[in-house]
């Protein structure tokens, strides 16, 4: 009858857009493990931020409320799902040569659609002896998405071509 979240401040320091939603989802859910069949429960947060949003949303019950809001914000700051995310990561073993192709590459994409960020080095930037860089493009969702997708994916095909570009390129659209 008993649920602590222990450091859950950890769900709010995510560089992603979606981390609050998915904070108050992981809470909501934890919330709902304690005081089951009848019995009262406990639900105990160890925060640093007690007057975050989500922790207050939380408090107040009104997780719907705070979702409605966020898919609202999603909308005013052009995120998904009224758009769609690329992200293209770069790795290499060479540190130079991942940093010198990639922002090659980000040049490359920003002639053609300007609301491309990076390359930046995400966290962690180096798995298993590959350095990594990313790049974001930000596509809005209208009738012309489907010949941006095809532009870009070509344009990095041929990227890879043109440069004789040996590292590993990774396209996920819409990532998690």
């Keep these: 009858s008993l649920v602590a979240v222990i450091a859950a401040d950890a ?28 019995r ?31 898919m609202a914000e999603r909308k005013d700051f052009g995120f998904p799902p009224y758009s769609r995310i ?11 040569r991942l940093q010198m192709m990639a922002s090659l590459a980000g040049d490359m994409i920003r002639k053609v659609i300007p609301q491309a960020t990076g ?21 809005p969702k209208d009738r012309q998405l489907a010949s941006r997708k095809n532009r ?3 344009l990095l095909a041929d990227f890879e071509k043109d440069k004789s570009y040996h590292g590993h390129i990774n396209v996920d659209v819409d990532p998690s």
């Design 11 to 38: 769900f709010l320091g995510l560089q992603d857009f979606r981390a609050d939603e998915k904070a108050l989802q992981v809470l909501e859910q934890f919330r709902g493990r304690c005081g089951r069949r009848e």
């Design 40 to 70: 009262k429960g406990m639900f105990v947060i160890q925060t640093s931020q007690p007057q975050h949003p989500v922790y207050q949303r939380i408090l107040s019950n009104e997780g719907q409320n705070f979702l409605n809001d966020l």
């Design 86 to 96: 690329i992200s293209i990561t770069f790795k290499d073993r060479s540190e130079s």
């Design 119 to 139: 390359p930046y080095a995400p966290i962690p930037d180096k798995v298993a002896d590959y350095h990594i860089r990313c790049i974001r493009v930000c596509l």
């Design 152 to 154: 870009l994916k070509k």
